[in-house]
C-alpha cells in the first residue's frame, strides 16, 4: 500500500470546478469548457493509477496520516485506489468526459434555464461519486454516499415544477434518509461487532474482514442484521423492489442527469455498495458460514434472500417496463431489472457469476447510456417522448436510432454487445452452483426474453411502421390482437383491423395513444423543456393555477409553443411526427454534432466492449478483483467445486 494524494485528487478536481463553472456563469462557453477540462484532468488521474493497480499496488490518502485527525479508534476518513475502487472511477470518470459535450448540446438545444446551477451540481455529483468508489472503509463511504444524494437533488429537481418538487423530495426521502439510515445503522453494528475481538475496524479488506468474521462467531444474529441492513441501504440507490419508486419518477430530470446518473453514477453507487459488502466486508465463506435458520426451510445462506429480491425484481420490473409508453420511463425500470442482474450475480457468490455481474457494471452503463442520449436526441428535435408517437422516426433520426438498436441489444444480452459477456459469465456461474441456483438462472433467462419484449416495440415502430399506418399492440396495454385502427387511421379504415385480422371488441377502451391504468403521465418527462423561458423571453416559472383540471398534453403543447427552438427542424413543437410525416435526414444532420458524436462514441464503446472482452481492462480488473477475493487464480476457480473453494476461504 502506497500513500499518495492522487486519490483525493480524483475526487477533488471536479469540487474545484464548481468555483470555476459558477464564475463563469456569464461565460457558457467557458463554463462548459471547465467541466470537458474538469472531466479530462479526473479521468487523467483515474488513468494514471490503474497500471500500478493492475500490478498488486494499492494508493491511499488518510486524513489521520496526512492532519493526525481521527474521530473515533478504527474510524479514519480515507480514501484507496484499489482494483474495485479503479474500476467504477475510471467508468465514472471516463463517461463524464462524453456526458459533458451531450449535456451541452441537450441544455443549448432547449434552452434551458438554470444551465450554471445544472453544470455545477453534474460537477459536485461526479466528485461525489468517485469519493464512494475510493472510500477505504464504511463512514468514508457513507458520508460521500450521503453526499450524492444532496447534491443531484438539484438536479432531479432542476424543472422546479410541482411534478419534479414532489419527485425530488422523493428522491431524498429513499436514498438520503431511507438509505442512508440502514446504512449508518449496519455501519455502528459492525463498529461495535468488531470492537468485541479487538480494536474497532470498518476498513475494507479483500475477501471480509478478519475480525467481522471473528465477531460473527460469537454474535451471529447481530452480524445476519447488520449484513441486511448495508444491503437495504445500498439497495435503495441500487433500486431493488421494494425500494425503487424513486428512479422512475426521478425521470423528470433533463436526460443527461437519467442517462449519466441514473445509469451510471447514482445508482451504479447503490450496486458499488453492493459488492463492497459482499466481497469486501463479508466475503463469500462468512456469508457462506452464517446462514439463517428459517423454520420449516432450514438453514439458508445470507446471500439467498438477496439473490431473491434480485430474480424478483428483475423479472418484475422487466414486466411493467412493457406496460410503459414513455421512453424515460420504460427505460427507467430497464435499469431496476438490470441492476438487479449485478445484486444477483454477487449474491450467487461463485467466481464466473462474481466476474458477470462485475462486468456487467460497465456493459449497462455504456448500453442504458446510449438509450438514454438516444431518448434525449429524440426530445430535443423532435418534442417527441411516447413510443405510440414514434412510428417512422427512424428516418428523421436514422443515426440516433440505430445507435438505440445497439444499445436495446445490449440490454437484451445479444452477441457482441457487451451485455451478452456479462450475462454469459452468470449463467454459467448459476449452472456450476446446481440445486435452487437453476432457478436464478430461469430468471435470467427470462429477463434477457423480457428485454426483447419492451425494446423491440420501440425499434419496430422506428424502423418498421409508418406514420399513417401504425400499430400500437406491441404495447402491452393494448388488446392483443391490435385496435381496430391505428392513430392515424381515417375515417374510411375505421373498420380495418390494423394488422389485418378481423376488428377487436374494443369496447370500453378508450383509443387514445397514452391511456394507462396509472398516473404515471402525471410525471412527463421533459414536460415543460423550457419552462422558465416564457414568450416574452423572462426567466418566469411557468404557473398553472389548476394541473388537476389540465390535460397532460395540453400543458405539455402550450409550455413547448412559448419558445420556438426548433422552428427550422420539422416545424412542429408537439409530440409526434408533423403534418406530411417526419423529414428524411442523413445521419449527420439530424442532430448538432454535440449530441451526436457521444451518441456514436458511447454505442461504439458497448460494442468493443463486446467484441473484445479480452482486451477490455474492464474484464481484467473484474478478474483481478474476484482474483483477489478467493486468493486463488482464475484459471482453477472454475477447476474447484464450490463447496470446497467456500472451507477453503472460510478456513
Given at each position: 500500500?502506497?500513500?499518495?494524494?492522487?486519490?483525493?485528487?480524483?475526487?477533488?478536481?471536479?469540487?474545484?470546478?464548481?468555483?470555476?463553472?459558477?464564475?463563469?456563469?456569464?461565460?457558457?462557453?467557458?463554463?462548459?469548457?471547465?467541466?470537458?477540462?474538469?472531466?479530462?484532468?479526473?479521468?487523467?488521474?483515474?488513468?494514471?493509477?490503474?497500471?500500478?493497480?493492475?500490478?498488486?499496488?494499492?494508493?491511499?490518502?488518510?486524513?489521520?496520516?496526512?492532519?493526525?485527525?481521527?474521530?473515533?479508534?478504527?474510524?479514519?476518513?480515507?480514501?484507496?485506489?484499489?482494483?474495485?475502487?479503479?474500476?467504477?472511477?475510471?467508468?465514472?470518470?471516463?463517461?463524464?468526459?462524453?456526458?459533458?459535450?451531450?449535456?451541452?448540446?441537450?441544455?443549448?438545444?432547449?434552452?434551458?434555464?438554470?444551465?450554471?446551477?445544472?453544470?455545477?451540481?453534474?460537477?459536485?455529483?461526479?466528485?461525489?461519486?468517485?469519493?464512494?468508489?475510493?472510500?477505504?472503509?464504511?463512514?468514508?463511504?457513507?458520508?460521500?454516499?450521503?453526499?450524492?444524494?444532496?447534491?443531484?437533488?438539484?438536479?432531479?429537481?432542476?424543472?422546479?415544477?410541482?411534478?419534479?418538487?414532489?419527485?425530488?423530495?422523493?428522491?431524498?426521502?429513499?436514498?438520503?434518509?431511507?438509505?442512508?439510515?440502514?446504512?449508518?445503522?449496519?455501519?455502528?453494528?459492525?463498529?461495535?461487532?468488531?470492537?468485541?475481538?479487538?480494536?474497532?475496524?470498518?476498513?475494507?479488506?479483500?475477501?471480509?474482514?478478519?475480525?467481522?468474521?471473528?465477531?460473527?462467531?460469537?454474535?451471529?444474529?447481530?452480524a445476519q442484521a447488520a449484513f441486511f441492513l448495508l444491503i437495504a441501504g445500498?439497495?435503495?440507490?441500487?433500486?431493488?423492489?421494494?425500494?425503487?419508486?424513486?428512479?422512475?419518477?426521478?425521470?423528470?430530470?433533463?436526460?443527461?442527469?437519467?442517462?449519466?446518473?441514473?445509469?451510471?453514477?447514482?445508482?451504479?453507487?447503490?450496486?458499488?455498495?453492493?459488492?463492497?459488502?459482499?466481497?469486501?466486508?463479508?466475503?463469500?465463506?462468512?456469508?457462506?458460514?452464517?446462514?439463517?435458520?428459517?423454520?420449516?426451510?432450514?438453514?439458508?445462506?445470507?446471500?439467498?434472500?438477496?439473490?431473491?429480491?434480485?430474480?424478483?425484481?428483475?423479472?418484475?420490473?422487466?414486466?411493467?417496463?412493457?406496460?410503459?409508453?414513455?421512453?424515460?420511463?420504460?427505460?427507467?425500470?430497464?435499469?431496476?431489472?438490470?441492476?438487479?442482474?449485478?445484486?444477483?450475480?454477487?449474491?450467487?457468490?461463485?467466481?464466473?457469476?462474481?466476474?458477470?455481474?462485475?462486468?456487467?457494471?460497465?456493459?449497462?452503463?455504456?448500453?442504458?447510456?446510449?438509450?438514454?442520449?438516444?431518448?434525449?436526441?429524440?426530445?430535443?428535435?423532435?418534442?417527441?417522448?411516447?413510443?405510440?408517437?414514434?412510428?417512422?422516426?427512424?428516418?428523421?433520426?436514422?443515426?440516433?436510432?440505430?445507435?438505440?438498436?445497439?444499445?436495446?441489444?445490449?440490454?437484451?444480452?445479444?452477441?457482441?454487445?457487451?451485455?451478452?459477456?456479462?450475462?454469459?459469465?452468470?449463467?454459467?456461474?448459476?449452472?456450476?452452483?446446481?440445486?435452487?441456483?437453476?432457478?436464478?438462472?430461469?430468471?435470467?433467462?427470462?429477463?434477457?426474453?423480457?428485454?426483447?419484449?419492451?425494446?423491440?416495440?420501440?425499434?419496430?415502430?422506428?424502423?418498421?411502421?409508418?406514420?399513417?399506418?401504425h400499430d400500437a399492440k406491441p404495447l402491452l396495454e393494448f388488446p392483443a390482437?391490435g385496435l381496430i385502427e391505428s392513430y392515424a387511421a381515417t375515417s374510411d379504415?375505421?373498420?380495418?383491423?390494423?394488422?389485418?385480422?378481423?376488428?377487436?371488441?374494443?369496447?370500453?377502451?378508450?383509443?387514445?395513444?397514452?391511456?394507462?391504468?396509472?398516473?404515471?403521465?402525471?410525471?412527463?418527462?421533459?414536460?415543460?423543456?423550457?419552462?422558465?423561458?416564457?414568450?416574452?423571453?423572462?426567466?418566469?416559472?411557468?404557473?398553472?393555477?389548476?394541473?388537476?383540471?389540465?390535460?397532460?398534453?395540453?400543458?405539455?403543447?402550450?409550455?413547448?409553443?412559448?419558445?420556438?427552438?426548433?422552428?427550422?427542424?420539422?416545424?412542429?413543437?408537439?409530440?409526434?411526427?408533423?403534418?406530411?410525416?417526419?423529414?428524411?435526414?442523413?445521419?449527420?444532420?439530424?442532430?448538432?454534432?454535440?449530441?451526436?458524436?457521444?451518441?456514436?462514441?458511447?454505442?461504439?464503446?458497448?460494442?468493443?466492449?463486446?467484441?473484445?472482452?479480452?482486451?477490455?481492462?474492464?474484464?481484467?480488473?473484474?478478474?483481478?478483483?474476484?482474483?483477489?477475493?478467493?486468493?486463488?487464480?482464475?484459471?482453477?476457480?472454475?477447476?474447484?467445486?464450490?463447496?470446497?473453494?467456500?472451507?477453503?476461504?472460510?478456513?
Amino acid at each position: 500500500m502506497v500513500a499518495d494524494i492522487r486519490p483525493l485528487a480524483a475526487v477533488l478536481v471536479s469540487a474545484v470546478a464548481i468555483a470555476l463553472i459558477v464564475a463563469s456563469h456569464r461565460r457558457p462557453n467557458l463554463r462548459e469548457g471547465w467541466s470537458v477540462l474538469a472531466a479530462l484532468t479526473k479521468f487523467g488521474l483515474v488513468v494514471s493509477m490503474l497500471p500500478a493497480v493492475m500490478d498488486g499496488t494499492v494508493f491511499r490518502w488518510s486524513l489521520k496520516e496526512s492532519t493526525g485527525i481521527q474521530f473515533l479508534e478504527g474510524i479514519d476518513f480515507a480514501l484507496r485506489a484499489d482494483p474495485l475502487g479503479i474500476f467504477f472511477a475510471l467508468l465514472a470518470s471516463f463517461l463524464w468526459i462524453f456526458t459533458s459535450f451531450y449535456a451541452a448540446g441537450y441544455m443549448r438545444g432547449l434552452s434551458e434555464h438554470s444551465q450554471t446551477r445544472f453544470f455545477a451540481s453534474f460537477a459536485a455529483s461526479l466528485s461525489a461519486a468517485v469519493g464512494i468508489a475510493f472510500a477505504a472503509n464504511l463512514v468514508t463511504i457513507f458520508v460521500f454516499y450521503e453526499l450524492l444524494s444532496l447534491v443531484t437533488y438539484p438536479l432531479v429537481a432542476h424543472n422546479e415544477d410541482a411534478e419534479a418538487r414532489i419527485a425530488g423530495r422523493k428522491y431524498l426521502t429513499y436514498t438520503f434518509f431511507g438509505g442512508g439510515v440502514f446504512l449508518l445503522a449496519g455501519t455502528v453494528m459492525i463498529y461495535w461487532l468488531t470492537s468485541l475481538v479487538g480494536g474497532p475496524t470498518l476498513a475494507f479488506e479483500a475477501g471480509g474482514m478478519d475480525a467481522l468474521a471473528a465477531a460473527a462467531q460469537a454474535e451471529p444474529v447481530y452480524a445476519q442484521a447488520a449484513f441486511f441492513l448495508l444491503i437495504a441501504g445500498f439497495g435503495v440507490k441500487a433500486a431493488l423492489m421494494p425500494l425503487h419508486s424513486w428512479l422512475a419518477d426521478a425521470m423528470v430530470a433533463p436526460t443527461p442527469v437519467s442517462g449519466l446518473l441514473h445509469a451510471v453514477a447514482v445508482v451504479k453507487s447503490g450496486a458499488f455498495g453492493v459488492a463492497r459488502v459482499i466481497l469486501e466486508v463479508y466475503g463469500p465463506g462468512l456469508i457462506y458460514d452464517l446462514p439463517l435458520d428459517v423454520p420449516g426451510i432450514g438453514e439458508v445462506g445470507l446471500n439467498i434472500p438477496v439473490a431473491i429480491v434480485a430474480a424478483f425484481t428483475l423479472t418484475a420490473a422487466s414486466i411493467i417496463a412493457m406496460r410503459k409508453d414513455h421512453l424515460k420511463r420504460r427505460l427507467a425500470y430497464s435499469t431496476t431489472a438490470q441492476l438487479s442482474y449485478i445484486v444477483l450475480g454477487l449474491s450467487m457468490l461463485h467466481p464466473y457469476a462474481m466476474v458477470g455481474a462485475l462486468f456487467h457494471i460497465p456493459a449497462h452503463a455504456f448500453a442504458k447510456l446510449t438509450l438514454f442520449f438516444c431518448a434525449g436526441a429524440i426530445h430535443v428535435e423532435t418534442h417527441t417522448d411516447y413510443i405510440s408517437e414514434m412510428a417512422g422516426i427512424g428516418k428523421r433520426m436514422p443515426l440516433t436510432m440505430t445507435a438505440f438498436t445497439v444499445g436495446a441489444a445490449g440490454m437484451a444480452g445479444l452477441p457482441p454487445i457487451a451485455g451478452f459477456i456479462s450475462k454469459f459469465y452468470m449463467l454459467i456461474g448459476a449452472g456450476a452452483m446446481g440445486d435452487e441456483y437453476w432457478l436464478f438462472a430461469g430468471a435470467l433467462l427470462l429477463s434477457a426474453v423480457l428485454n426483447i419484449a419492451y425494446f423491440w416495440p420501440v425499434v419496430y415502430t422506428a424502423f418498421f411502421e409508418s406514420e399513417d399506418r401504425h400499430d400500437a399492440k406491441p404495447l402491452l396495454e393494448f388488446p392483443a390482437g391490435g385496435l381496430i385502427e391505428s392513430y392515424a387511421a381515417t375515417s374510411d379504415d375505421e373498420n380495418v383491423a390494423a394488422d389485418g385480422g378481423e376488428p377487436a371488441d374494443t369496447s370500453g377502451i378508450e383509443n387514445e395513444p397514452h391511456t394507462d391504468d396509472t398516473d404515471d403521465y402525471d410525471y412527463a418527462v421533459d414536460k415543460y423543456p423550457s419552462d422558465h423561458t416564457t414568450a416574452d423571453g423572462t426567466d418566469t416559472p411557468n404557473q398553472s393555477t389548476d394541473a388537476s383540471t389540465r390535460d397532460d398534453h395540453d400543458d405539455h403543447d402550450e409550455a413547448v409553443a412559448a419558445v420556438d427552438h426548433h422552428g427550422d427542424h420539422d416545424d412542429h413543437l408537439t409530440g409526434g411526427p408533423p403534418v406530411g410525416g417526419w423529414p428524411r435526414r442523413s445521419p449527420w444532420t439530424e442532430s448538432t454534432w454535440l449530441m451526436l458524436a457521444p451518441i456514436a462514441v458511447i454505442a461504439t464503446g458497448a460494442v468493443v466492449l463486446g467484441v473484445g472482452p479480452d482486451y477490455a481492462v474492464f474484464l481484467e480488473l473484474a478478474i483481478r478483483i474476484v482474483e483477489g477475493v478467493f486468493e486463488t487464480p482464475f484459471e482453477q476457480l472454475g477447476t474447484v467445486p464450490f463447496d470446497a473453494l467456500m472451507t477453503e476461504v472460510t478456513n
